[in-house]
């Protein structure tokens, strides 16, 4: 492949021990970052790319988001902004949709959904099942997801399937026999929803276990919709993450201080359902790892932008900019257990983001307005010829 040097960058945040470089310059060859450093020290390249002042900092990883689906909730979230509360049980209505859908409709939608990440700088995202809840949905949803990305996470136990509603623990043993079976090919993680309304911990812990013996690691949503047993058993199956942690107590957060479990948090759930907050701030000070994602899905948190969920972060979690962009990069490899993503340094992956802005603070300082101008993943252009396209 051709080597390419990055020059003219104002600030590279590296989110490594190298920190923040003034005047920097990167080189990409076949694939992976093969220097950083200042630009009057930089080597030769077989091509140049200046960026002119701009600021640069690693793709996002958005390590938690809901793609395989069809349909929307429009009428939905209309209804919440009237006031109507929200509860997990709207997931039904996407089940329904997403089961009369063709592959083709379901590979469209993920392809679609997937080219907005990496236009707003995720170079890097997990997809979740969830919308199928029978064998063959879950395992086509897993199988189409699998030609978009390496991180798919078996979700049968998003909640209870319809035909199941008067059988809980049937569906549990569907979603840890045959089910798992027929999806545990075509994914890496398995996820539950341990939360009112979904799975209780002792549920939780039984499918989490099953994943596990098939070769999957886990993960969990856990204490989005009030305080419940979710984060502990996510730290007890030493999961890589507990998403959402909307409602903890002291325990909860000594537990995930104490563990490598990440507190991946999803402020567009809140801002899309009028909840609560988490508090990162809490969070932060007790020394969790911290992570950012979209969660996109249709019900609660259709977005794919990963700069609005860091200004939400930053005013409404109260974390600053700084703690923001590392929760979105490196916080997001750490929830995916990846090393060589949400940093750049040698021998990292090339995924790296050209903001057209002199510093990745204007991320939270300029809600709402792109300020992606290139992208590029595994050393390919994959956004932007220079300055937003033009």
């Known amino acids: 492949m051709t080597s390419t040097l990055v020059t003219g960058i104002g600030l590279l945040s590296t989110q490594s021990d190298e920190g923040d470089i003034l005047d920097a310059a990167l080189v990409m060859d076949d694939g992976r970052v093969a220097w950083v450093g200042h630009a009057d020290t930089a080597p030769s390249a077989d091509e140049s790319v200046d960026v002119d002042g701009r600021a640069v900092i690693p793709g996002f990883v958005d390590s938690h988001a809901h793609l395989a689906f069809a349909g929307d909730r429009a009428a939905e979230f209309s209804a919440r902004m009237a006031g109507t509360a929200y509860s997990a049980g709207g997931i039904r209505s996407t089940v329904d949709a997403t089961r009369a859908a063709s592959d083709d409709t379901l590979r469209a939608n993920i392809a679609r959904l997937t080219e907005e990440l990496l236009r707003s700088g995720s170079t890097t995202f997990e997809i979740k099942s969830g919308y199928g809840l029978t064998t063959v949905d879950e395992a086509r949803s897993l199988r189409i997801a699998q030609e978009f990305t390496d991180h798919t996470t078996f979700l049968g ?148 932008s990963m700069p609005f969920c860091i200004a939400l972060a930053v005013r409404e979690m109260h974390m600053t900019p700084a703690e923001a962009l590392t929760a979105a990069t490196l916080g997001g490899a750490c929830a995916l257990r990846q090393d060589d993503i949400g940093r750049l340094t040698v021998g990292s992956s090339a995924d790296l983001v050209v903001l057209d802005a002199p510093d990745p603070i204007h991320l939270a300082y300029r809600p709402g307005v792109d300020l992606i101008d290139r992208v590029w993943r595994r050393g390919v252009r994959v956004r932007g010829t220079g300055h937003r396209d033009r």
């Not at 909640?159 to 075509?186: I, K, N, R, S, W």
């Not at 058993?233 to 890589?240: H, I, R």
């Not at 359902?273 to 259709?302: H, K, Q």
């Open 157 to 304: 136990a998003h909640v209870v399937a319809p035909e199941f509603a008067d059988d809980p623990a049937g569906y549990v043993a569907l979603v840890t026999g045959q089910m798992l079976d027929a999806c545990a090919p075509h994914a890496r993680w398995i996820d539950v929803f341990c939360d009112r309304g979904a799975f209780d911990g002792d549920q939780a812990r039984e499918v989490l276990a099953a994943g596990v013996r098939a070769g999957l690691s886990p993960r969990v949503h856990a204490n989005q919709l009030q305080r419940g047993p979710g984060v502990q058993v996510a730290v007890e199956a030493g999961a890589a993450s507990a998403d959402h942690c909307t409602h903890l107590d002291d325990h909860d957060v000594a537990a995930l201080a104490d563990s490598a479990t990440v507190a991946t948090l999803l402020p567009g759930a809140e801002f899309s359902t009028r909840s609560p907050y988490p508090d990162a701030r809490r969070l932060l000070d007790a020394g969790v790892t911290v992570a950012i994602a979209t969660d996109c899905n249709p019900g609660s948190s259709y977005t794919t």
